[in-house]
C-alpha cells in the first residue's frame, strides 16, 4: 500500500513564501514524477506544477517565475516552493506522484489527501 502524506500547508500574509512537501510511504520502488494541482472555491482545478526524473517540468501559467518544484528520490518526497503569495493562490493544493510499487512494474498515480493554502491580511 502507498500513500502520500503533504504537509506545509498554512496561512500566510499576501507576499510570503510556503513550502509544500508531499512525501510518499509505503512499498515505492521507484518514483517517476510529481506534481500539484490546486483547486479554489468555485473554481476549477489548475495545474500548478509537475516535474519527471528524466527533466520534463512544467508550470502554471498563473504561478511561473514564483514557484519551483523538486523531486528527492532518495526521499521519495517532492517538494513545491512558492514564493510571492497573492489571495489568488488561496485553494486546496493536491500532491499526486507517478511511481512504482514493489513487486509492480506498472507506473499508477497516487494522490495525497490535499492541504490549504490561505493567502491573507
Known amino acids: 500500500q502507498v500513500h502520500l502524506v503533504e504537509s506545509g500547508g498554512g496561512l500566510v500574509q499576501p507576499g510570503g513564501s510556503l513550502r509544500l512537501s508531499c512525501a510518499a510511504s509505503?512499498?515505492?520502488?521507484?518514483?517517476?514524477?510529481m506534481g500539484w494541482y490546486r483547486q479554489a472555491p468555485a473554481k476549477q482545478r489548475e495545474l500548478v506544477a509537475e516535474?519527471?526524473?528524466?527533466?520534463?517540468?512544467n508550470y502554471g501559467d498563473s504561478v511561473k517565475g514564483r514557484v519551483s518544484i523538486s523531486i528527492v528520490n532518495t526521499e521519495n518526497s517532492g517538494y513545491l516552493q512558492m514564493t510571492n503569495l497573492n489571495p489568488e493562490d488561496t485553494a486546496v493544493y493536491y500532491c499526486?506522484?507517478?511511481?512504482?510499487?514493489?513487486?509492480?512494474?506498472?507506473?499508477?498515480?497516487?494522490w495525497g489527501q490535499g492541504t490549504q493554502v490561505t493567502v491573507s491580511s
Open positions: 499526486f506522484a507517478d511511481l512504482v510499487r514493489a513487486g509492480d512494474y506498472s507506473l499508477r498515480t497516487f
Open positions: 509505503g512499498s515505492v520502488s521507484g518514483i517517476h514524477g
Open positions: 516535474t519527471t526524473n528524466d527533466g520534463n517540468t
